[in-house]
């Protein structure tokens, strides 16, 4: 790739000075994290509060001040993203508002039927966010220890009310264990793409942020501001020439997604235990773990089983440079409807080409970026060694102890409808996806149509499996659509009358 930042496709160091930190970054050194809902009173006070705060705000600069020098991590991070309610109660105008796409403006519980979010998961039943008036921002707050979140949501908290005149909505906590493990006991967070531009090489940076070429060579859509709402001019241009007198809000910014996941890990293992004893007449835990793998697609360290398909080898834990066509056309080690594969279909989408597939996949990434949420029901490492006794006992005695846990799901993708929704809709909810039949992803919300199962298919050599009705292990408790502005975007949304 030319590095000379004027290339196509090269996202300069202006342009990383503008985008915020949490879009380029998981700031996997600061496992402790905060999500702080806000809601603003006085627009004017809270355009001063943010103006006051856009300092403390984390971007995507270097962290090496020059080439030769090592880097230079923070040990705090701060990101700011808003609602389209949110933006309104700033004060912004109403016509730069409706260049916002209309999943974005509509908010994610009007958008309910196309996510699956019906049954337990209906937006009525969510702890917050179901009101969609409630909720005008949301701060996101990593370190590196629970002592230091906690003294950076006091002093946050204290800027926020008494500078800004806002009020807290809810304040989640998350967590990302040492061993990156979520609470089910899989490694998490491994097949994260690269954004080209920042990276030699990778999915195009416009399928991330605004005002780069996306993976289709055009620019993502931009919501606009008419000239004369900037005159101090701290906005650029529009980029696209069918559009003059207007300037750009949404350079080097995202969107945002944020679900809070709930898991119920005694009723995922206890219905893998329930299958084993059907299907093998006792409690087999490599059998039970095996199966729960097939319906992941990596084993419990994270070894991808298109590499490994007989047994957990935890060498290959942050191996994801594979293919699944050559490896694994007919899924007999990793079945089509496992979660991974319908997340990230890779070079395999029946029944298109291999160089069409991996286009088509491009153009539906996500970048995550989410935490756990509650105390670990059990030993996690107790998976990684299936033909143990305590891995047998483990599988024999648990049980739900009715405390809650799960993820706290945030990703970053520069079009909300064909990337999340698309993913949700068409690759995870949809149970006939890759030639499958009443087969969606096992980790899906949705449920299935009345009269209907929802079952996992496991190809196998000699003959295929295919389990029982399984119910529903996560449950969609909140949930909002966010706007990240960049540096610029934040400057004039603080400052406009």
């Not at 355009?47 to 080439?67: H, N």
């Not at 949110?86 to 796409?101: N, V």
């Not at 908010?107 to 917050?128: C, I, N, V, Y």
């Amino acid at each position: 790739m030319n590095r000379d930042p004027r290339s196509r496709g090269w996202i300069t160091e202006d342009d990383r000075k503008d985008i915020q930190g949490f879009v380029t970054s998981s700031f996997g050194h600061l496992p402790h994290n905060a999500y702080l809902f806000l809601r603003f009173g006085d627009p004017v006070q809270a355009r001063r509060w943010l103006r006051d705060e856009l300092g403390a705000v984390t971007f995507a600069e270097s962290w090496r001040k020059t080439k030769d020098q090592p880097k230079v991590k923070p040990p705090v991070t701060l990101n700011l993203a808003f609602t389209a309610v949110g933006l309104r109660a700033l004060g912004l105008d109403e016509s730069c508002l409706q260049s916002f796409p209309p999943e974005f403006r509509e908010g994610m519980p009007k958008r309910a039927k196309h996510l699956g979010d019906t049954g337990a998961s209906q937006p009525a039943d969510w702890e917050f966010g179901a009101d969609v008036e409630a909720i005008h921002a949301m701060a996101i707050l990593s370190a590196s220890t629970d002592h230091a979140i906690c003294r950076e949501m006091a002093d946050f908290l204290q800027r926020f009310t008494e500078m800004g005149g806002g009020t807290l909505v809810t304040e989640q906590r998350g967590f990302r264990s040492a061993d990156a493990k979520e609470p089910f006991g899989f490694r998490d967070g491994i097949a994260q793409p690269s954004i080209r531009g920042i990276e030699e090489t990778g999915v195009r940076a416009g399928e991330f942020i605004l005002g780069h070429e996306n993976e289709y060579g055009y620019h993502p859509v931009t919501p606009l501001v008419r000239d004369e709402l900037d005159p101090r001019g701290i906005l650029p241009g529009s980029p696209n020439p069918h559009h003059p007198g207007m300037r750009d809000l949404g350079r080097n910014g995202s969107y945002l997604v944020y679900r809070k996941l709930e898991q119920d890990v005694a009723g995922f293992w206890g219905f893998l235990r329930s299958e084993s004893t059907r299907l093998k007449g006792r409690v087999d835990a490599p059998f039970i773990v095996w199966l729960a793998a097939k319906m992941m697609g990596r084993w419990p360290s994270g070894a991808p089983l298109t590499l490994s398909p007989e047994r957990d080898d935890p060498a290959l834990r942050e191996s994801d440079d594979f293919l699944y066509r050559s490896l694994d056309a007919e899924g007999t080690r990793c079945p089509f409807g496992a979660h991974i594969r319908r997340t990230n279909p890779r070079d395999q989408i029946r029944p298109t080409s291999t160089e069409e597939s991996l286009h088509m996949t491009a153009r539906h990434r996500i970048l995550r970026r989410g935490s756990s949420y509650g105390r670990p029901l059990f030993d996690p490492t107790l998976l990684e060694i299936p033909e143990s006794p305590g891995t047998g006992r483990l599988f024999e005695t648990l049980k739900n102890d009715d405390e809650r846990r799960g993820l706290h799901f945030l990703c970053i993708n520069a079009n909300i409808r064909t990337q999340f929704e698309f993913i949700q809709q068409t690759w995870m909810n949809n149970p006939t996806t890759n030639g499958l039949s009443n087969n969606p992803d096992p980790l899906s919300s949705c449920p299935m149509a009345a009269g209907r199962v929802r079952s996992m298919l496991i190809p196998g050599e000699a003959r295929d499996l295919r389990t029982v009705s399984m119910p529903l292990f996560v449950t969609v408790r909140a949930g909002a659509y966010f706007f990240m502005p960049g540096r610029r975007a934040l400057s004039f949304l603080s400052g406009f009358p």
